[in-house]
């Protein structure tokens, strides 16, 4: 995708989380959920990334340096929304003026590459000013409703839940916060945005109103599931992220063909793999890049990191890092 870069807004301070660690760098599946999202731009094709930082942004930067994540940083020094956020790139969209640009937050692990690249080849054939990624949810509670025009079906606003009438609130059609748009036509708006609203910010959805104002094309792309979309901005999300990634993990092993018998307390990592005719019992925490050979059993009340089981090993009760077992 020549054409196409990205923005990545991870600056928020996860104050709900009740955490000292920047809100992105929480874990999902063992892994930052602003990882999530970096590797699902790069495996798009998308390898012109900036990443928007702004609390704790030290570890941030400490944390993509020591994973080899190539990205523009910049920092923004006062959270004033997300459209404050996309401004403190304005060199960087400058600099790529005549590219489309997906903004994306750090905190939504679920966008998936095909996703990201269906949603482009719309923008881009629909010759979109902006293109706004959408899904329903039953409980919309927390995100901006997408209103559409009653006849035409078209979108004409997109209103945040604390500045929704009750008539809006029931609306189940939500903003992902993940967006296309034409780098030209978003530095067009982007300083027209003010901070006119119940919570004094700069909101990004508003250059969607400026676009519509200003008769730009803008369409939306939905998502059939809804998960692809969700965020965390407290542990209990959280931990619905990680139960969902848990159980997609579980069952692409399955699929794979190892033995899962019951998943109950059963975690496993992206990294790890694993030789034909394997089982794993409840209880078995699989974690790091280990690697499970042939014909092994694995569990009950087994935590094992970056270790390597060769084939034909039966464990059990035990506590493994960074070994190997034949």
């Known amino acids: 995708m020549e054409n196409a870069c990205s923005i990545i807004l991870a600056a928020g301070a996860g104050t709900r989380m009740f955490t000292k660690k920047p809100k992105v760098l929480l874990k999902v599946l063992f892994k930052p959920m602003l990882k999530w999202v970096v590797d699902s731009v790069f495996r798009s094709e998308i390898y012109d990334t900036c990443i928007v930082c702004g609390y704790g942004h030290e570890k941030v930067e400490k944390y993509l340096k020591d994973n080899n994540v190539e990205a523009r940083i910049v920092i923004q020094n006062e959270r004033k929304g997300t459209a404050h956020a996309v401004y403190v790139a304005k060199d960087y969209l400058e600099q790529n003026i005549e590219k489309d640009v997906i903004i994306l937050a750090g905190d939504g692990p679920f966008i998936d590459v095909a996703t990201i690249k269906s949603s482009y080849y719309l923008h881009k054939k629909n010759d979109n000013d902006a293109t706004v990624i959408t899904a329903k949810i039953e409980n919309p509670f927390g995100y901006g409703r997408i209103v559409r025009d009653p006849n035409t079906k078209s979108i004409i606003a997109i209103v945040e839940q604390k500045d929704a009438t009750d008539e809006v609130k029931i609306i189940k059609e939500v903003n992902s916060g993940t967006y296309w748009f034409k780098v030209r036509s978003l530095l067009e708006v982007l300083p027209q945005i003010n901070n006119y609203n119940n919570q004094s910010e700069f909101y990004l959805p ?121």
């Not at 965020?231 to 997609?248: D, P, R």
């Open 206 to 326: 508003d250059a969607i109103k400026l676009l519509l104002n200003n008769a730009r094309r803008v369409g939306t792309f939905f998502v059939k599931d809804q998960n692809i979309i969700l965020g965390a901005n407290t542990k209990e999300q959280l931990n619905k992220l990680n139960e969902i990634a848990i159980n997609k993990r579980l069952c692409e092993l399955m699929h794979q063909g190892v033995d899962i018998p019951l998943k109950e307390g059963i975690i496993v990592s992206e990294e790890a793999t694993f030789g034909e005719d394997v089982k794993i019992l409840p209880g078995t925490v699989i974690c790091g890049k280990s690697k499970i050979g042939s014909n092994c059993t694995i569990g009950p009340g087994v935590y094992i990191e970056n270790c390597t089981i060769k084939d034909n090993t039966s464990i059990n009760c035990m506590n493994l890092k960074n070994k190997v077992l034949d």
